[in-house]
């Protein structure tokens, strides 16, 4: 099976602090990506990564930032966290040419 | 540009009722379309997609959806309800970009509620 995993299931942050979000998945899968879920809103793409060291932006990137040095790893950055992100952050990883993404547990972030 | 619509952010059935979430989109391009759901603190799973094909498409725990373009719908059905349903259901739509998928449009979501 797909695993992806999320090093966090719950996390309280700072206002201000720099936070990382570690995702790892474990199917070779070459796109990565993470999203950030809000009640009533869905799901929103904040960043996504077709390979190594290569990072798009999504539809919500501000105040965030990637970084995947690893095949395997995709880190999310919040650079100075504000209560505004605090949210449910879910990774998600899927196969080159693949049509469907497979998602980790997810990060509850609360910043105060 | 594409967008997902879901109608209803909660429904309500009884145990043993159908199970009907609604789902639009729009796109410009073939689409390729997923439902996924969410238990209480859990990651998304997929239910049941459509990429090509038959237009009918069944997925786990008896759950199926039917692609109608002429509609732009893709709703989610259930015979019958069990208690175990509750949960988050999301639609989504797939845009194949640079010959890549999994990058994923969502909808607001729908929470289904299961009465005893």
């Known amino acids: 099976d797909v695993k992806v995993t999320q090093s966090s299931r719950y996390l309280v942050k700072r206002t201000g602090e720099k936070v990382f979000l570690e995702c790892v998945q474990d199917m070779d899968h070459e796109n990565m990506f993470w999203y950030r879920q809000d009640p009533g809103l869905g799901l929103r793409l904040i960043y996504f990564?077709?390979?190594?060291?290569?990072?798009e932006k999504g539809d919500i990137p501000e105040g965030y930032s990637v970084s995947r040095e690893k095949k395997e790893r995709f880190s999310l950055i919040l650079e100075s966290a504000s209560t505004n992100q605090t949210s449910m952050y879910l990774c998600?990883?899927?196969?080159?040419?693949?049509?469907?993404?497979?998602f980790g547990q997810g990060t509850r972030l609360t910043v105060v | 540009a594409q967008s997902v619509t879901q109608l209803g952010s909660h429904v309500s059935v009884s145990e043993g009722a159908l199970v009907l979430l609604r789902c639009n989109y729009s796109s410009s391009v073939p689409p390729y379309l997923f439902w996924y759901v969410q238990y209480p603190n859990q990651g998304l799973q997929l239910l049941l997609k459509y990429t090509t094909g038959a237009t009918l498409v069944k997925g786990i725990n008896g759950f199926e959806a039917e692609f109608k373009k002429s509609e732009t719908s893709f709703h989610l059905t259930k015979p019958s309800a069990h208690m175990s349903d509750a949960a988050e259901y999301f639609c989504?739509?797939?845009?194949?970009?640079?010959?890549?998928?999994?990058?994923?449009?969502f909808g607001q979501g729908t929470e289904l509620s299961v009465k005893p």
């Open positions: 989504a739509v797939s845009k194949i970009w640079n010959n890549q998928g999994g990058k994923l449009i």
């Open positions: 998600a990883s899927s196969p080159q040419g693949g049509t469907e993404a497979f």
């Open positions: 990564s077709y390979d190594v060291k290569m990072k």
